[in-house]
């Protein structure tokens, strides 16, 4: 019997998984796109496993060679972000694999879930393919960076099932499951930080399932206590430790608390409007404040009757399972209907977990007025529907300009949309297209530091340098303390371009003082200073920790002023501190040209000649796994490099 239903459980995943790959298919060939570019393709940290620590004490942009920065928290999403870089490099291919594998398995886990309360294989079965494939799960499942809901989705689900399964076991199983249980909801938290309301549903779970033991003290402090303490911890240790300064402020912190109240019952009802009907959908979603006193009033009264008939039906029927997914669907709703001052009003993501309630009502309803024969007819209608409808949207997100263009069209005041369409029109170069987006989003919100920076860019490309001035001149009031490195940089870029080098020198060093870590700043003054010692000394500066005090060596600072005597500056970092580091290395300095290969990487992490230096320097060192790891890198990102070939082939025997 057991053998059979795991056979049973596999066929269900198995079939469950075909669908979500067949109406996925179109995304495998999806490019980045919005926050990939800083997440992973900017994203120095996912570059190597040794930086797998610092996911645990950075926000998830601390990596982001792009700029950025946030207050978001969410290690495992950078660890998944790692994993899929080890074996794909910068191949979105594999990222959207891991996608559709990740929202598979949460179907599954929606049918466990389903299955566990009700006890009806079909009704969990039917809800779990409307859950794979509803068009509003695209924005967590074909946007690479939006993997964190299907993360979350999956550790909490897991918490949930072994924590149903704990309050079914005795003696040792129990305390196993109640464990593995809790380290789940840990690895949630981490995962996105709404699963910080999950301990509600534990409790909410025990209320309505298992009520007769809260009279048990020491069931209270042992089971469900532990929950509720994890949250505490992590709060505690969010607004302490791990509180990180970010670029701007959550989006609806500019609306008071009044407004956003009142806005709650529109936020609602176009949430069940998108379940009904997910037509319309785009990534920057727009809602016009109410109109006045009479029209909020009226918007809660129907609210309030709204819930006030559901509830209604669910005492007609009296069922359990009815009571847990009502209240499950509000307790992962509620943080994100705009009280709270997150990023958005609303987001199709934002009702990824709650709309598990949503499809376990439509298929009990299908399942309870149906007769078998037109059942059948009317789940492969509604798969087909919403499928039909994600593989149009799949398709809107395959292109830059059709998806920013998309969301213009339903929200004009869409800073992202508008931002974002300016960096495609300057990635090809039309200019004056980029320009006037550019200026829509400074319009839209002229606190937001990236829009403004990237209208200086373009200024300084079309030689509108007066123009560049000015808007540096905004940025330098208005960008925060641990971002000024960078924008001090820009501005150095800015009069260097104009000819005027002493302006120029004193920026980056300036940019030096604010941000030590910025290792390509000595680079830049060291071409801009005529005493060759003092040149050399910046360039081996940029080849130490940011702490290091220690003097250079004379002969190294002798190697160092011969090769740039040399070659001088020609080409840029990537390739001056490649050939440096061929050059060092030739001269005996293995550590500082290791150093120099890896500000290589940092730069350019698909590089394949650095790596393969890399490689080399680590073998004439006797490294040999650090050499054999190079070299597979190497031929990931270029199979055909014969001399890293031959090398993994000798240093196999």
Not at 303 to 327: A, D, Q, R, S
Not at 420 to 426: F, K, P, S
Request: proline share 4%; aromatic share 18%; charged share 15%.
């Amino acid at each position: 019997m057991l053998n059979f239903k795991i056979k049973l459980f596999l066929s269900v995943y198995l079939a469950i998984a075909c669908l979500c790959l067949l109406f996925y298919w179109g995304t495998l060939h999806n490019p980045f796109i919005l926050d990939d570019g800083g997440l992973i393709i900017k994203n120095s940290s996912i570059l190597d496993w040794h930086y797998w620590d610092k996911a645990f004490t950075s926000d998830m942009h601390f990596g982001n060679m792009g700029g950025g920065g946030s207050n978001f928290y969410r290690p495992v999403q950078t660890l998944s972000f790692m994993w899929d870089y080890h074996f794909w490099r910068l191949n979105p291919l594999g990222y959207h694999i891991t996608n559709i594998l990740l929202q598979s398995i949460v179907a599954f886990l929606v049918f466990l879930l389903v299955y566990m309360l009700s006890d009806k294989m079909p009704l969990a079965f039917v809800s779990s393919l409307l859950f794979a494939i509803n068009p509003l799960h695209t924005e967590a499942v074909t946007y690479i960076s939006g993997r964190a809901d299907m993360l979350m989705a999956v550790f909490l689900l897991l918490s949930l099932l072994l924590f149903i399964k704990s309050e079914n076991s005795v003696k040792y199983r129990r305390a196993l499951y109640l464990l593995s249980s809790l380290l789940l909801f840990i690895l949630g938290l981490l995962s996105k930080e709404l699963a910080f309301i999950f301990p509600l549903v534990i409790l909410l779970f025990v209320f309505i399932y298992k009520r007769s033991n809260f009279k048990d003290p020491w069931y209270t402090a042992l089971v469900i206590f532990p929950f509720f303490a994890i949250d505490l911890i992590y709060a505690i240790t969010r607004y302490t430790l791990l509180q990180f300064s970010t670029l701007w402020v959550a989006e609806l912190s500019r609306y008071p608390l009044v407004l956003r109240i009142y806005m709650v019952p529109k936020v609602f009802f176009t949430y069940i409007r998108l379940l009904f009907f997910p037509v319309g959908l785009h990534m920057s979603w727009g809602l016009a404040a109410p109109g006045g006193i009479i029209e909020v009033v009226l918007s809660w009264f129907l609210l309030t009757v709204f819930i006030g008939v559901i509830w209604h039906i669910l005492c007609k029927y009296n069922k359990k399972e009815g009571y847990f997914l009502f209240w499950l669907f509000f307790i992962f709703l509620a943080p994100q209907l705009g009280v709270y001052p997150i990023n958005a009003f609303l987001a199709e993501h934002f009702i990824y977990i709650s709309s598990i309630s949503f499809f376990v009502a439509i298929s009990y309803l299908l399942f309870k007025y149906l007769r078998k024969s037109l059942l059948f007819f009317c789940v492969l209608a509604l798969l087909l529907f919403y499928g039909t409808l994600t593989l149009a949207r799949n398709y809107e997100w395959s292109n830059p300009f059709i998806f920013y263009q998309g969301i213009v069209k339903f929200s004009p005041d869409s800073f992202l949309a508008h931002n974002n369409l300016g960096v495609q029109y300057a990635y090809i170069n039309k200019d004056d297209s980029a320009i006037a987006e550019f200026k829509k989003a400074v319009r839209i919100n002229p606190t937001r530091i990236d829009a403004r920076s990237n209208l200086a860019k373009v200024y300084q490309k079309t030689g509108r340098f007066k123009d560049a001035e000015s808007e540096y001149a905004v940025l330098e009031k208005i960008t925060p303390y641990d971002k000024a490195g960078e924008l001090q940089n820009e501005i150095a870029v800015l009069y260097e371009t104009e000819g005027h080098f002493d302006k120029a020198l004193d920026r980056y060093r300036l940019a030096l003082r604010f941000n030590p870590s910025i290792f390509f700043l000595h680079f830049n003054i060291a071409r801009l200073t005529a005493d060759s010692d003092k040149a050399a000394g910046e360039i081996i500066k940029s080849l130490q920790p940011v702490d290091s005090n220690q003097p250079p060596d004379k002969a190294l600072l002798g190697a160092v002023k011969k090769y740039i005597k040399e070659s001088g500056y020609s080409g840029c970092a990537v390739s001056f501190y490649n050939n440096l580091g061929i050059n060092l290395a030739q001269a005996g300095f293995d550590k500082e040209a290791i150093r120099s290969f890896k500000r290589v990487l940092e730069l350019s992490p698909e590089y394949a000649d650095a790596h393969f230096n890399l490689g080399l320097t680590y073998w004439n060192c006797g490294r040999k796994q650090k050499a054999i790891s190079e070299f597979r890198v190497v031929l990931k990102i270029q199979p055909q490099h014969y001399k890293a070939r031959g090398f993994l082939y000798n240093l196999a025997r």
